[in-house]
């Protein structure tokens, strides 16, 4: 019996975690989708250009390689997303209406909308 409530309560402890984790992958694959969608767009890593199916299999790569590390959306911008880890230069993506910006102002601005629609409608 004692067995099966220790069983229980670690049940019960872990499921939130759980949820939270598929929460934040679902969050990350969102905000690599949102770069792999970017019909015209260019993604400038280390000053070379690629395109953005490039650019999401090269972020998937980072966050495969962080493997455990990572465990939120605002992580894996933070630290797959931003810049070079060799030369600690920014990722940019210059759109293709010609803007560029910082490829983790893109994506925090993409995670703020995922999060928006998340919450449920007041009333």
Do not use: W
């Not at 019909?39 to 495969?64: M, P, S, V």
């Amino acid at each position: 019996m004692r067995t099966l409530v220790v069983l229980l309560l670690c049940v019960l402890f872990a499921a939130p975690a759980v949820a939270r984790q598929d929460i934040e992958t679902r969050r990350i694959e969102y905000l690599i989708s949102s770069v792999a969608d970017l019909h015209g767009a260019t993604f400038i890593r280390n000053g070379d250009e690629y395109t953005a199916a490039q650019a999401a299999a090269h972020l998937r790569l980072k966050l495969d390689r962080a493997g455990a590390r990572i465990k939120t959306a605002e992580q894996f911008i933070a630290f797959c997303a931003t810049g070079s880890s060799i030369s600690g230069q920014k990722y940019r993506i210059r759109l293709a209406d010609g803007r560029t910006l910082d490829t983790a102002e893109f994506l925090r601005g993409k995670l703020a909308l995922y999060q928006a629609a998340e919450r449920p409608a007041p009333g």
